[in-house]
């Protein structure tokens, strides 16, 4: 049971960080975050390939809630995107718990 809730952690922080860091790339670039790794330049192309890194499991979310033809999501694109983007935010979570510990162990 222990394990569950520390999976369950590391994707609430996982997903949060995503969360927070979309919104913070829209509001601080001025444009839509999305799954693209082409920039003008080098410099920016290594930003999108970090944005999708960190952020891809939120853009997933939003991505699976689209609306289809009928104007309403369909059940399969929702839990698709929902598997994929909360196994993606573990990852994240546990790339940002990793690296938190790193850091304090490096401290003390």
Same mark, same amino acid.
């Given at each position: 049971?222990?394990?569950? !809730?520390?999976?369950?952690?590391? =994707?609430? =922080?996982?997903? +949060? #960080? ?7 790339? $829209?509001?601080? @670039?001025?444009? /839509?975050?999305?799954? +693209?790794?082409?920039? $003008? ?5 290594? !930003?999108? %390939?970090?944005?999708?890194? =960190? ?11 689209? +609306?289809? +033809? ?13 598997? !994929? ?5 573990? %990852?994240?979570?546990?790339? =940002? #718990?990793?690296?938190? /510990?790193?850091?304090?162990? @490096?401290?003390?």
């Amino acid at each position: 049971m222990t394990q569950f !809730i520390l999976a369950l952690f590391l =994707i609430g =922080i996982g997903l +949060s #960080v995503a969360g927070t860091g979309t919104h913070l790339y $829209q509001q601080l @670039a001025r444009k /839509v975050a999305a799954f +693209s790794l082409q920039g $003008q330049t080098a410099l920016e192309s290594l !930003i999108n %390939v970090v944005v999708v890194v =960190i952020c891809g499991p939120y853009m997933m979310l939003r991505m699976g809630w689209q +609306s289809g +033809s009928a104007g309403r999501p369909a059940t399969v694109d929702v839990l698709l995107a929902s598997t !994929i983007a909360f196994g993606w935010s573990f %990852v994240t979570g546990l790339m =940002i #718990v990793g690296t938190y /510990v790193a850091m304090l162990r @490096a401290v003390a």
